[in-house]
């Protein structure tokens, strides 16, 4: 990696003098965060059965129609225009270099300055595939080379320092915010390939860009991929950084109050250590949904989310949210409709189903951040208030997820600096 990323920076040399600064003096701007694209080209992936029965047994990604996403994020961040925009990780569906060749083309149209950092799924991935109407069969991943080769412009080039055993970097947005862009995926020293984790000379070169921030009296935002605080135990393991203890006492030291990461697909706001890490939805899953950080300098990051309107600029796909929601619905209802009739503990067919069907609305509304404005509805229904009576014990186990993830509205904070 070392050698890779010295020759990366030789390269570079001869192209920037000196940190890249779009922004003079303390200006206010809109950032907008998304990760877990998963883009896929149409000649990867194309909308046909297959693709759709994929949909229907993973976790929700709207596959046959993750281009016309992607597209439409990037149409939308046209006319939006904010100042910066951050890709975190998992840009492409499984590492596939031909998906990548045609993202990083795609990303040409925006003028807003756009930064990557890579996921678990972006790099010498085993799972690289492509998907045809009549089969599946592996394709070419790309290595680290290719990848800062087919994403130089868009975060590396602007760096004011990229560490030498990793992606990381850091960049100077403005006078007044640096953004620092982590490489935290783990290698095969690591008991999870997809976990993440920080090695001791990457929190050495963090710890010595942090310096530099605090010497310019910068305000830091912190992007990763994996987590720094943990979301969810069921989403602990292989989702949040596996020394995140160690990285939390760097970010407190040097006062970092915000940190913005991804990979658990969900979108969660937590906080802890007088750090808020929030967690990003998948734009690739309903509700196509992505964040916005209004930054005002020595104040506030404020941050909101938006959604991606699909079928403003694909007409012919119309009531795209809807069809999203069903997808993930589906694809819940479906695994805890299976779940249920290998337990063998609800014999009645029909009650089951009513079962899966309520996990299945939970688990959508959990997924956006939404839980919060549809738990009263769902809890007072007449098949809700009926399966309670009934399976009391099966049911509390919903009721037990609606108490706890429905306790906040996770599609909104703010971060006062």
Same mark, same amino acid.
């Given at each position: ?21 779009? %922004? ?30 994929? /949909? ?111 992606? &990381? ?114 734009? /690739?899953?309903? /509700? ?11 104040? &506030? ?23 999203? %929601? ?92």
């Amino acid at each position: 990696m070392k050698k890779i990323i010295m020759v990366f920076l030789l390269m570079l040399s001869g192209c920037t003098a000196k940190a890249y600064l779009p %922004y003079e003096g303390d200006k206010a701007l809109k950032i907008v965060v998304t990760n877990d694209l998963h883009y896929a080209h149409p000649s990867m992936i194309g909308n046909h059965q297959r693709s759709q029965s994929l /949909s229907e047994k993973a976790d929700g990604k709207v596959i046959p129609y993750l281009s016309e996403i992607t597209e439409s994020f990037v149409l939308q961040m046209m006319e939006e225009k904010p100042e910066v925009i951050i890709l975190n990780g998992d840009l492409v569906f499984n590492g596939e270099k031909e998906n990548h060749k045609h993202l990083s083309q795609l990303l040409q149209k925006l003028e807003s300055l756009v930064l990557v950092t890579p996921g678990n799924h972006d790099i010498d991935s085993q799972d690289a595939i492509k998907i045809t109407e009549t089969q599946s069969y592996s394709a070419q991943s790309v290595s680290e080379t290719e990848f800062l080769k087919f994403y130089e412009n868009y975060g590396y080039r602007q760096a004011r320092s990229m560490d030498q055993n990793s992606l &990381s970097y850091v960049v100077e947005v403005s006078d007044s915010l640096d953004i620092f862009m982590m490489d935290s995926r783990c290698d095969a020293s690591c008991d999870n390939l997809h976990g993440g984790y920080f090695k001791a000379n990457t929190l050495q070169w963090l710890e010595n860009q942090l310096q530099a921030s605090a010497s310019r009296n910068a305000e830091i935002l912190f992007v990763s991929h994996h987590n720094t605080l943990i979301h969810h135990e069921g989403l602990n393991a292989g989702f949040t950084i596996d020394n995140s203890n160690e990285l939390q006492s760097l970010l407190k030291k040097y006062d970092v109050k915000l940190s913005l990461s991804g990979h658990i697909h969900v979108q969660s706001i937590q906080e802890e250590n007088e750090i808020v890490d929030i967690a990003t939805q998948a734009l /690739s899953i309903y /509700s196509i949904q992505y964040g916005v950080v209004a930054y005002t300098p020595s104040t &506030s990051f404020d941050y909101s989310t938006q959604k991606v309107d699909v079928s403003k600029y694909f007409e012919e796909i119309p009531q795209f949210e809807s069809m999203a %929601y069903n997808t993930i619905h589906y694809a819940n209802y479906r695994r805890t409709a299976f779940k249920l009739l290998d337990d063998g503990s609800i014999s009645d067919e029909d009650d089951l189903l009513s079962i899966a069907e309520l996990d299945a609305q939970i688990k959508a509304y959990y997924f956006s951040g939404q839980l919060i404005h549809h738990k009263e509805a769902i809890t007072k229904s007449a098949t809700f208030t009926k399966m309670f009576e009934k399976y009391p014990f099966e049911m509390r186990k919903l009721q037990n997820a609606i108490d706890i993830f429905g306790q906040k509205d996770h599609q909104k904070i703010k971060v006062d600096i």
